[in-house]
């Protein structure tokens, strides 16, 4: 029990690890964990900014991009998430990260739950070749990024 | 055979587009993709550091953890390439991109795919399951990380 403790501990420290040696149980440093969370929102932007260009008919569908990038979405989706420690709540690090994410932590793991379930459904759709389905579970994915945003981050 | 080229134009622009809405034939502005590819960099070092951890005895083992970076940086590895785009050469961004990746571009490529192909087989050996097998081949990951390091990145 003691052990399973100690690995579930571990798992954290190496789930939110970087560069290329790490201490067993030093925890990263804030504004590490801040540049890490924000590297993967800003991937997520550049995989899904073309999907919502081709679903509202702004740039020309492309099944293969789609395919690619909601795979991508898939990984992107699991990564922020454990960079939104308590202690960088009030890092001096520009973030558009609002209390609400500490103050309501169901209600933030619900949202990145209903993104990320978004994400599989559009990964399944893209993988069936319908347009206009696989179109319609992009804006599902729109809006899943759109309601966090909403009450999580800052204008 | 025009639209054959126009689609591939189109699938660069796409590839590297970010935002929700983009034009067509909208280039990314260089900082915007040097940010993406730095992302993309950090993020894998987010992923490869607790493995060279493991794999260096300084870490205990986690053959789960393993298994889900190597699938997060089988995906990673694609990410950062269509960043160096000739027009980031010279951007004000603070950038360790050396000038062999726009004047070495056969080399900069090979050094790409050589890592690509040594996260593959770690992706492989983790779901094989065997600890010595996949330590190597985290090794070779660390190895293929520092050649192209190396070559194409200010110390």
Redesign the interface.
């Known amino acids: 029990m003691k052990r399973k403790v100690l690995?579930a501990a571990?798992?954290l420290v190496?789930?939110?690890?970087?560069?290329?040696?790490?201490?067993?149980f030093a925890q990263q440093k804030p504004e590490v964990l801040v540049?890490?969370r924000?590297?993967?929102m800003?991937?997520q932007?550049?995989y899904?900014?073309?999907l919502?260009?081709?679903a509202?008919g702004?740039?020309?569908y492309?099944a293969?991009?789609v395919a690619r990038n909601a795979?991508?979405l898939s990984?992107?989706s699991?990564?922020p998430w454990d960079g939104f420690t308590p202690d960088t709540k009030d890092t001096p690090e520009k973030t558009r990260a609002l209390p609400a994410i500490w103050a309501e932590p169901a209600k933030f793991k619900e949202a990145q739950e209903h993104f990320q379930g978004a994400v599989s459904k559009l990964a399944a759709a893209s993988k069936g070749g319908d347009e206009g389905n696989t179109k319609a579970a992009i804006g599902e994915v729109?809006k899943a990024c759109g309601a966090c945003h909403e009450h999580f981050r800052a204008k």
Not at 14 to 24: D, E, Q, R, W
């Open positions: 690995s571990l798992a190496v789930g939110a690890g970087t560069g290329y040696v790490l201490n067993v540049g890490q924000q590297a993967a800003k991937l932007g550049k899904f900014g073309p919502s260009g081709m509202q702004k740039i020309p492309d293969k991009i795979g991508y990984a992107l699991e990564m729109g």
